[in-house]
């Protein structure tokens, strides 16, 4: 069953499904195929996810981006997704928030990555009004100067995938899989991981936080809500997404290549850090 919409009226629809603990795979599966296969907006919440996961974009590089040797021998899983966007690693401390939209859902908004971009910030701005020192800074939410929330994006030739994994929480020990990468924010300056990013959890409840970030989408839309059962009970089995897993043999590889890489000399002048 499914609840009525809150009535906003003149305002477009959009479905909100609320996850407790679905698999990042599982959900990354579910965006694709509602960005790729119906005509509607979607919200999808998941509260924290299973076991620790790491989540690359579509083009990044495992070589270049992880320890792979630290992640063969924990045996973490690694996923390449449909959207673009960094590398992160997520656990039960990870909120995720996705919006899925039609290309004219939201007034005068372009479907271009930073205008969709900044139209987000404006909703969190909203979520996060009177709580640390919140901003959009280059592609990241961040209180001051520390970065809380990372985001993605796909656009396709009638609709958008915007979502975001949010640190209410993270394990330390879980940062040591991610090397620094090559290209990061102009604002990150030198800072390691742990000095570049923070926890929600220093600054709201998650509860609040996500019944804030409902109040803030009633701006925009008639939000419905929908069961989870309801909606995975709707969709194509038959649908073939394109984030997968990657195998051991890939990481195996990416592993030697990493290896490779380390080994040979380097130019200072060409390293960035």
């Known amino acids: 069953m499914s609840a009525p919409p809150s009535r906003n009226i003149g ?4 479905n909100l499904v609320r996850f407790k603990g679905l698999s990042i795979l599982k959900q990354l599966h579910l965006e694709e195929q509602l960005l790729r ?6 919200c999808i919440v998941n509260d924290g996810t299973d076991d620790p996961t790491i989540v690359m974009g579509i083009s990044g590089s495992a070589a270049e981006l992880l320890d792979v040797k630290s992640v063969l021998r924990d045996g973490v899983s690694v996923i390449r997704r449909f959207t673009g966007g960094g590398t992160v690693i997520v656990d039960g401390g990870t909120i995720f928030v996705t919006l899925i939209c039609n290309k004219e859902a939201v007034a005068g908004l372009q479907p271009y990555p930073r205008p969709i971009m900044s139209w987000s910030g ?5 979520v996060f009004q009177g709580i640390g020192d919140f901003h959009l800074r280059e592609n990241d939410y961040v209180f001051g100067t520390r970065k809380f929330g990372g985001n993605a994006q796909s656009i396709t030739k009638d609709r958008w995938v915007h979502h ?11 940062m040591a899989y991610l090397k620094h990468p090559k290209r990061v924010p102009e604002y990150r300056l030198a800072r390691d991981h742990l000095e570049f990013i923070c926890r929600m ?3 709201m409840p998650r509860s609040v936080f996500i019944d804030k970030t409902v109040e803030a989408l009633e701006t925009d839309f008639s ?3 929908i069961e989870p059962n309801g909606l995975l009970s709707l969709l194509n089995t038959n649908f073939c997404p394109s984030t997968r897993l990657l195998t051991r043999k890939e990481l195996d590889a990416a592993a030697f290549a990493s290896q490779t890489e380390s080994s040979l000399p ?6 960035e850090f």
């Open 223 to 225: 939000v419905r809500s």
């Open 122 to 126: 404006v909703l969190y701005d909203k």
């Open 266 to 271: 380097h130019s200072n002048e060409l390293r």
């Open 201 to 203: 959890k220093d600054y």
């Open 164 to 174: 975001t994994s949010f640190l209410w929480d993270y394990d330390v020990s879980n």
């Open 37 to 42: 296969t119906t005509s509607e907006n979607w």
């Open 11 to 14: 305002l477009p629809l959009i």
